[in-house]
């Protein structure tokens, strides 16, 4: 199987079984005003989901800017995916806790995430809020997230879907494409707390080491956006207030972003990766990818869950230690 096919093929996939539960009009309140360029690829991917199936954006706010407006029953609430499902990034999932609780007669729909708990306490708590919502369908990118989900959220609407970065249109990668210089190796290495003990002293022969660039310097665009966010901060009861960051962190996050995500791997003719997102996007870019698992195994996981048939898509040799759930 050649990228394209297998890419057609989750495409497919995302499309069968996301559409038939999202409903005409959509709003999605979480979308990633920040500088993490996995998430942006996905928020990017989700709108270009919507367009190709003619929904009708009704909004886009994030954790700064929802507030919670009455909503008509026969709007979707879509939740973005990623790998913030659990207490890893607690501030996130509280997040969606409050949405699910705030809108009981609305469908809401998780878009597919990663799981992981190191509190038992947490998963009873939330399975308990969840549990309470009739209408609320919970997607897993893979089968370790997916069995966690049918073990405690059983009484949510279950499903198994590959990550929605794969619906990434065209128009933002074909330019991207066969543009490395020659045995060029980008490794691609996360400095946050999902990096694995003893990554460093993993061999690479890359002629390049980085994080998400816009992680290792804060580009001037994103500073512009937190300056405005600083500027407006006392008009915090206007209606205009959130709607112009809304508008600025669609420049300053969703469209920059997904070109510097783009323009970063498009330069080597090989990657590296510590992030699923590296990983996915070198898929998209066609690039063969060398993969290290994070703290919770989370690449691994979609990898024997989605990326069978693929020769370029293979595990560093030497693994890490992964933590047990």
Not at 38 to 61: C, E, H, M, P, Y
Not at 75 to 97: A, H, K, P, V, Y
Not at 194 to 201: Q, S
Request: aromatic share 10%; hydrophobic share 40%; proline share 4%.
């Amino acid at each position: 199987m050649n990228y394209n096919q297998k890419i057609t093929f989750l495409q497919r996939e995302i499309e069968k079984i996301i559409d038939p539960l999202i409903g005409k009009k959509v709003i999605i309140p979480d979308a990633p005003y920040y500088a993490n360029v996995g998430d942006v690829l996905i928020w990017q991917a989700t709108l270009d989901f919507l367009k190709k199936t003619n929904r009708v954006l009704l909004s886009v706010s994030s954790q700064d800017t929802f507030s919670y407006p009455k909503l008509d029953k026969d709007i979707t609430i879509l939740l973005m995916g990623g790998g913030n499902f659990g207490d890893l990034w607690r501030f996130l999932q509280e997040l969606r806790i409050n949405i699910i609780d705030h809108y009981p007669h609305n469908r809401i729909v998780m878009l597919p995430q990663s799981i992981w708990y190191d509190d038992p306490a947490l998963i009873s708590k939330d399975s308990d809020i969840f549990s309470k919502h009739k209408d609320l369908h919970l997607c897993a990118r893979d089968r370790v997230s997916y069995e966690f989900l049918k073990k405690h959220f059983n009484n949510n609407h279950l499903y198994l879907v590959p990550d929605m970065a794969f619906f990434l249109s065209e128009s933002h990668l074909k330019r991207y494409r066969n543009v490395a210089n020659t045995n060029s190796n980008l490794f691609l290495l996360r400095r946050d707390k999902e990096l694995n003990e003893g990554i460093v002293d993993f061999e690479c022969r890359a002629n390049t080491i980085t994080d998400w660039p816009s992680l290792e310097k804060r580009p001037f665009i994103i500073k512009l956006y937190v300056k405005i966010r600083e500027i407006l901060k006392p008009y915090s009861h206007s209606k205009w207030k959130n709607k112009i960051l809304d508008l600025t962190a669609q420049i300053c996050f969703r469209k920059k972003l997904t070109r510097d995500g783009c323009k970063l791997l498009s330069r080597y003719s090989h990657i590296t990766s510590t992030r699923l997102h590296g990983m996915i996007l070198a898929i998209l870019l066609h690039k063969p990818v060398r993969y290290i698992d994070n703290t919770t195994g989370k690449l691994s996981a979609f990898v024997n869950t989605w990326l069978d048939g693929l020769p370029d898509i293979e595990p560093l040799e030497r693994k890490a230690k992964t933590k047990s759930r």
